[in-house]
């Protein structure tokens, strides 16, 4: 299954509660919810009042990507907030099983992230433990990166793997995702398909229009 999860980190927070709607109408139903905290990650975005605010008016999957050091820390303010996912990164938690294990026991669908210099080696281990798999297409920490090449090796690793031992989990992408790049991870593999600045620059709903049916169109092609 296939979907698009715009990242509110491209949106423009003065018309969030607006645009939220415009992507809920669209039939967009997971939203991608970036949060950063200047040490994980050299900017800081936001954190739970935003989350629980835009809870109280949206329906939609809330995916939670944490760039927070040791996130163990706040799991459960996050599903307090009103998470509906929560994906913390590897390279980030000091016991990442027991971070992966808080959540799921939170009662949250649980995610791991890696790094584009991480290898899947280092999270293969959590394949029946987790819901999504998140491979970082660019250095965690800002929009509008560019794609980063070397990745697509990584999205095609873990499909790989994934099929071969037959585990039922997402892969998501994150990170440079746009006309030039969307062929090739749903091709290598990804079903989870995180866009910031390729939704939300421009018309918004026309821009989600189009992107849903490119995704439909790629898919046919891949399945
Ligand atoms: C980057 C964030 C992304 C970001 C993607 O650290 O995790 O979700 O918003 O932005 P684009 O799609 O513009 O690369
Ligand atoms: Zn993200």
Same mark, same amino acid.
């Given at each position: 299954?296939?979907?698009?999860?715009?990242?509110?980190?491209?949106?423009?927070?003065?018309?969030?509660?607006?645009?939220?709607?415009?992507?809920?109408?669209?039939?967009?139903?997971?939203?991608?919810?970036?949060?950063?905290?200047?040490?994980?990650?050299?900017?800081?975005?936001?954190?739970?009042?935003?989350?629980?605010?835009?809870?109280?008016?949206?329906?939609?999957?809330?995916? *939670?990507?944490? @760039?927070?050091?040791? =996130?163990?820390?706040?799991? #459960?303010?996050?599903? %307090?907030?009103?998470?509906?996912? !929560?994906?913390?990164?590897?390279?980030?938690?000091?016991?990442?099983?027991?971070?992966?294990?808080?959540?799921?026991?939170?009662?949250?669908?649980?995610?791991?992230?890696?790094?584009?210099?991480?290898?899947?080696?280092?999270?293969?281990?959590?394949?029946?433990?987790?819901?999504? *798999?998140?491979? @970082?297409?660019?250095? =965690?920490?800002?929009?509008? #990166?560019?794609?980063? %090449?070397?990745?697509?090796?990584? !999205?095609?690793?873990?499909?790989?793997?994934?099929?071969?031992?037959?585990?039922?989990?997402?892969?998501?992408?994150?990170?440079?995702?746009?006309?030039?790049?969307?062929?090739?991870?749903?091709?290598?593999?990804?079903?989870?398909?995180?866009?910031?600045?390729?939704?939300?620059?421009?018309?918004?709903?026309?821009?989600?229009?189009?992107?849903?049916?490119?995704?439909?169109?790629?898919?046919?092609?891949?399945?």
């Amino acid at each position: 299954m296939y979907q698009l999860c715009p990242s509110i980190l491209s949106a423009d927070f003065n018309r969030l509660g607006e645009q939220i709607k415009i992507l809920e109408k669209e039939g967009v139903e997971w939203l991608h919810i970036d949060v950063m905290d200047g040490d994980f990650v050299p900017s800081i975005s936001f954190g739970m009042p935003v989350i629980k605010s835009i809870r109280k008016e949206s329906k939609m999957f809330f995916d *939670v990507h944490l @760039m927070v050091s040791a =996130p163990e820390r706040y799991i #459960q303010d996050f599903v %307090d907030s009103g998470a509906d996912s !929560i994906t913390v990164h590897a390279e980030a938690c000091e016991d990442l099983e027991r971070a992966i294990e808080q959540i799921r026991d939170a009662g949250v669908q649980a995610g791991v992230s890696i790094k584009p210099a991480t290898p899947v080696n280092d999270i293969s281990h959590l394949l029946d433990d987790v819901d999504t *798999v998140l491979v @970082m297409t660019v250095q =965690p920490g800002f929009g509008g #990166q560019k794609y980063l %090449d070397e990745c697509t090796e990584k !999205i095609q690793e873990l499909r790989e793997l994934i099929e071969n031992e037959g585990h039922q989990v997402n892969i998501q992408v994150d990170g440079g995702i746009n006309d030039d790049t969307l062929e090739t991870v749903m091709k290598a593999g990804a079903n989870l398909l995180v866009a910031g600045s390729y939704v939300f620059n421009g018309d918004l709903a026309s821009n989600v229009r189009r992107i849903k049916q490119k995704i439909a169109d790629i898919s046919e092609v891949v399945d």
